[in-house]
């Protein structure tokens, strides 16, 4: 298995509220991914990261922003949760760019 | 727009029944196609193509792509109640932008 921690597993909020997601890699991949799985939609990328302090926009990155200061470790906010945020989320790493990206466990975050 | 589209979107079978799983794309710049497998949790990888023509196998599983008609083709032989998971397709694209664009996937269900 790929060595991706995700935290927490499960969470409930409330609207409004805000959210921190952890993503936590052992294998000093450069790229790491937050991506977010709904029914009727399949996997759609959040936010991407291609290096420390080096982010860039997914496609539904509204309502999201992540952070990336040290090599290891990828965090995703909610600034403020909304109902439609919830979702599960997937924390996915690369080593290199256009190769296999391998996916954490995932995060349920319900918000109510 | 990147689109990735897999048909059917559920499928059930019989144990020892052959199956194929169809994948279409229409994107800029392609680089590559990649297959994985979800069960309950995350997504686990199976397949990357870059190549027509070229079968990728892995035990009852196979692949090939089709880079002129646009299309991939995952089949699974021999089918076990194992086998019963979401199939999902993604497709990298562009230039310098390593980002997966995932299909809503094929959920298939084997039956004893």
């Known amino acids: 298995d790929a060595g991706i921690t995700q935290s927490p597993r499960h969470k409930v909020t409330e609207t409004g509220t805000p959210v921190t997601l952890r993503c936590h890699q052992t294998?000093?991949?450069?790229?790491m991914y937050w991506y977010r799985q709904d029914p009727g939609h399949g996997l759609r990328l959040i936010h991407y990261s291609y290096g420390v302090k080096d982010t860039d926009k997914g496609e539904v990155s509204d309502g999201y922003s992540v952070s990336r200061s040290k090599t290891e470790d990828f965090l995703l906010t909610l600034e403020s949760a909304t109902s439609s945020q919830t979702s599960v989320y997937f924390c996915?790493?690369?080593?290199?760019?256009?190769?296999?990206?391998?996916f954490g466990e995932g995060s349920w975050l319900t918000v109510v | 727009e990147d689109k990735v589209v897999q048909s059917p979107l559920s499928l059930v079978v019989h144990e020892g029944d052959t199956v194929t799983l169809n994948c279409s794309y229409e994107?800029?710049?392609?680089?590559?196609l990649l297959w994985y497998k979800q069960e309950k949790k995350a997504p686990t990888f199976l397949f990357m193509l870059?190549?027509?023509?070229i079968e990728k196998k892995s035990g009852r599983l196979s692949s090939i792509l089709d880079k002129k008609e646009l299309f991939s083709i995952l089949n699974i032989t021999a089918t076990q109640t194992g086998d019963s998971a979401i199939y999902l397709c993604?497709?990298?694209?562009?230039?310098?932008?390593?980002?997966?664009?995932f299909g809503k996937g094929t959920k298939l269900s084997v039956i004893p």
């Open positions: 996915a790493i690369s080593g290199t760019g256009g190769n296999t990206i391998y």
């Open positions: 994107v800029t710049n392609f680089r590559s």
């Open positions: 870059t190549s027509s023509g």
């Open positions: 993604a497709v990298y694209s562009g230039a310098g932008s390593y980002q997966l664009t």
């Open positions: 294998e000093n991949h450069r790229y």
